[in-house]
């Protein structure tokens, strides 16, 4: 079993390890660590025949951030065991990176709690940084999310390091995050004179987009799920 896991791992790169979990919640790795899991959420959903996501965690194994996907390994029809595989902490960050709009533009991911799981200064993510708790630079940002309520589907303005952003925040289906994607205000109504008309428009055009990209993430978050679960069926 461990070679089959070594030859898949090696195929699927996006994950730095898989593993696998006994029913007692005993996790093997293809690295060579092993760790007990027993009280892990992403565990016992596997465990209950559920293919999940988790959130962003600190591993036993690594004490490092990452994400954990799990799926459960069935045998006629009953779940004998779990597969996991983890990936990096920023893993959520290099796709959104790809989400920024205009020159100053960027998307962040949000924990229903306020805790960054993506964002381009890869440390707020990795500090486990909490933007409604933030009382320095952030602190602005974390007024206007409060406001509009983490869960909810609009736009907000704020302030952070002198510069006023304006960003759509909207849910990502299926885990319980929101993802916003933003823009320095002077970069999109610079040379525009209705600026009521276009700060309508802005608004439905960025609530428009901050829901494409959501979807694009729940999708890109599945895929590597159907990896995992292709492990098992080989």
């Known amino acids: 079993q461990r070679i089959v896991l070594e030859d898949e791992a090696d195929r699927l790169t996006q994950f730095l390890a898989l593993g696998v979990v006994e029913p007692n919640g005993f996790a093997r790795f293809t690295d060579g660590s092993t ?3 027993h ?3 992403h565990v016992i959903a596997g465990l209950q025949g559920k293919s999940v996501v988790s959130d962003l965690i600190v591993s036993r194994v690594t004490n490092s951030v990452v994400m954990m996907y799990a799926v459960p390994i069935k045998n006629r029809g009953r779940v004998v065991g779990v597969l996991i595989g983890r990936r990096d902490g920023t893993a959520l960050t290099d796709i959104t990176n790809r989400l920024g709009y205009g020159e100053s533009g960027y998307a962040f991911i949000l924990h229903h709690d306020g805790a960054f799981f993506a964002h381009p200064k890869t440390d707020y993510v990795m500090e486990q940084r909490n933007v409604l708790s933030d009382t320095s630079e952030l602190a602005d940002a974390g007024r206007a999310i409060n406001e509009l309520g983490i ?3 609009g736009f907000i303005r704020y302030n952070v390091d002198g510069t006023v952003m304006r960003a759509a925040l909207t849910p990502i289906p299926g885990v319980g995050w929101s993802i916003a994607i933003n823009v320095a205000e002077a970069e ?3 040379g ?3 600026l009521r008309n276009i700060v309508i428009w802005l608004s439905v055009a960025f609530i428009a987009i901050g829901i494409s990209a959501a979807v694009v993430i729940a999708r890109q978050l599945s895929h590597p799920l159907v990896a995992v679960q292709d492990v098992i069926e080989v």
């Open 39 to 41: 009280d892990r959420e």
């Open 192 to 194: 525009v004179n209705k």
């Open 151 to 153: 869960g909810n589907t």
């Open 35 to 37: 760790s007990d899991l």
């Open 188 to 190: 999109v109504l610079r």
